[in-house]
């Protein structure tokens, strides 16, 4: 039997950028190998260098990069070429035609000002000799490929009329128009629903069956990685620590970056609100940049411990059976948002989304709720409805008996210290003009809190330590500071109110699965501390289940299920939430050698080569 012949060998590929700074290399000397029919998983934080690398082999850089090594592919038009020596205009045969590219924000990928049918015919018209007419044909037929609802309508509609999803699926026939030989994809699902992202995986792994396409899966959501790729590269700084067959990796992994990265990330099996591990638990690093693995501490109660875990347990049941007594700290009941539907030059309103409709539910102190659902479900406008920030049609809201929902604005002003939230993004709900210092001392100065300026820096310091930052932060910029940090620098700023109520919208869905875990132990740190309660909004059903007291599912603006987490997770009772259960990636060993044996029989026998 013959050995298949890679379509693209990486050979020592080093990318360095010069700033002012210096120079910084971001991708330091990586080699590795793509063969047609393959997912090839490349893993790692932020700042890894995995997308680095997928944009130095389309030469896609800023002029500041220097990009070297070799990256040997066989073109059908050129032949075999070095993609680092091409040419523009031989780049332009090779990008879009050969080689084909979905990036992770499909919003700034497509063109707002042309329709999402001119977009991808455009591809079209470039790279094949066939007429506009021929083009929107075939562009039609392209969105039908990847299943987009009413595929004509989709050809005259723009980027911003269609959801997240769907501009995804655009972003998949623009990169597919042309047959590529290989597909780049660049976290294609982050931040989609987990039904959104099953699908589209399902999409792409249905193309490079029918193809025969080689896929470089770029991506930090290793349940994800463990349903799609053959192989997986682990990256670490810019260097592979480790690369080896899926199964290998998650089952063996080598390096202690790996086995941090696996076990720091929530799974249907985490304890819940348990501590989980991060990667610095597997591994440190030295000031010359040498990786020492550190062994996570085996922990071996004392009979004291047996004792006070026995007193503990009698304690929680009288607990339990005290806040089953207590009064709810937030009640919901018949809330409404409404949002009219406007047509024609006079905006006539012609009907309504019923975003919210009817949701009635309550909150005890110190609990947590899990707010689950896809893009649309009402679930984010149901939290913004909570605290005003968007008006309720009708229903009420009562926080300790008071009803927020009718009360004055300056009523609400002086009430909304006691219920904060925190965004999904804390780059865009961070001012960048302010320090860190300023943004978290902001909110105590309007609400008068504490007796000086004095006392007010104090609290700001300790909040910062709190989060695990320092006094130092406080005169940085939020633009200073990773993903992760910033999203601590908004939760202290919540804190900075000592609210009793903390609203998190999609507050970990975009971090690294090591930063996330990082921000998931802070809060429930804060819950134990300060008795802290959360509404947990998120469309991550393994978070919510480690999170969560109690999970509430919305669809369609209305709560179909509640219930404790065990009870939604192991006897769900509406059709929906099944579904949403069934679409979680899955990254048990007997998960994985089915999706290879599935791989297996589709290349009719033909094993991979070896790595």
Do not use: W
């Not at 000002?113 to 015919?121: E, F, I, K, W």
């Amino acid at each position: 039997m013959s050995i298949p012949i890679p379509i693209l060998q990486v050979t020592d590929l080093t990318s360095t950028f010069h700033t002012r700074q210096g120079i910084i290399r971001a991708v330091d000397s990586v080699s590795f190998s793509v063969y047609p029919g393959e997912t090839v998983a490349i893993v790692g934080e932020s700042g890894s260098g995995k997308s680095v690398t997928a944009l130095s082999l389309m030469q896609l850089l800023e002029a500041n990069a220097q990009v070297t090594g070799k990256a040997v592919f066989q073109s059908e038009r050129l032949g075999t070429v070095d993609l680092l020596e091409l040419n523009e205009k031989q780049l332009q045969q090779v990008r879009g035609n050969e080689i084909g590219m979905v990036f992770q924000d499909p919003m700034s990928s497509l063109n707002p000002v042309y329709t999402c049918g001119q977009q991808v015919a455009e591809v079209l018209l470039l790279h094949r000799q066939i007429s506009k007419k021929e083009a929107k044909e075939r562009t039609i037929q392209l969105f039908e490929q990847v299943r987009l609802p009413r595929a004509e309508q989709i050809f005259n509609t723009y980027p911003h009329q269609i959801s997240g999803g769907q501009k995804q699926r655009v972003m998949i026939a623009m990169a597919m128009a042309c047959k590529p030989t290989i597909l780049i994809a660049d976290e294609p699902t982050t931040a989609l629903d987990v039904t959104v992202q099953a699908r589209m995986l399902s999409l792409i792994d249905e193309l490079r069956v029918k193809q025969n396409l080689a896929v470089m899966f770029i991506s930090h959501d290793l349940g994800v990685v463990a349903e799609m790729a053959d192989r997986v590269l682990v990256m670490y700084k810019g260097h592979i620590v480790e690369q080896g067959n899926v199964l290998d990796i998650f089952t063996n992994p080598q390096h202690p970056y790996t086995k941090g990265l696996l076990a720091c990330r929530p799974t249907l099996r985490t304890k819940s609100q348990a501590r989980l591990p991060t990667v610095s638990d597997f591994m440190k690093e030295d000031e010359q940049g040498h990786i020492q693995e550190k062994k996570p501490q085996v922990y071996e109660p004392s009979f004291v411990d047996v004792v006070n875990a026995y007193v503990g347990t009698v304690s929680d049941i009288k607990q339990q059976r005290d806040y089953n007594q207590k009064p709810p700290l937030l009640q919901v009941h018949g809330l409404e948002v409404y949002f009219p539907i406007k047509k024609g030059i006079f905006s006539r309103t012609i009907g309504y989304v019923k975003a919210v409709d009817g949701v009635s539910f309550e909150i005890k102190s110190g609990e947590t709720i899990a707010l689950v659902g896809e893009s649309g479900s009402g679930k984010t406008t149901l939290g913004r409805a909570i605290v005003r920030l968007i008006e309720p049609r009708a229903g009420n809201v009562l926080f300790e008996g008071h009803n927020i929902a009718s009360v004055n604005t300056e009523e609400l002003r002086q009430n909304r210290r006691h219920f904060q939230m925190i965004f999904q993004n804390p780059y865009t709900s961070l001012n960048p003009m302010h320090t860190v210092g300023e943004a978290i001392l902001e909110p105590m100065h309007v609400h008068k809190l504490y007796g000086s300026d004095k006392e007010r820096r104090g609290k700001m310091f300790e909040l910062l330590e709190k989060v695990g930052l320092s006094a130092e932060h406080a005169q940085r910029y939020p633009h200073e500071f990773s993903g992760g940090q910033r999203q601590r620098i908004a939760i202290a700023r919540a804190l900075a109110l000592q609210p009793k109520l903390l609203i998190c919208d999609e507050s970990v869905s975009a971090l690294d699965v090591s930063v996330q875990a990082q921000v998931l132990n802070l809060l429930n740190e804060l819950k134990r501390e300060f008795n802290m309660t959360y509404i947990f909004i998120t469309h991550d059903l393994a978070v919510a289940k480690h999170m969560a007291d109690r999970i509430l599912v919305m669809h369609e603006g209305r709560l179909v299920e509640q219930g404790v987490p065990a009870q939604i997770f192991q006897n769900p009772q509406h059709d929906y939430t099944r579904s949403l259960i069934s679409a979680i990636p899955c990254s048990e060993p007997e998960a994985i050698i089915s999706a290879q044996q599935k791989r297996s029989t589709i290349r009719s026998g033909v094993p991979l080569a070896a790595n």
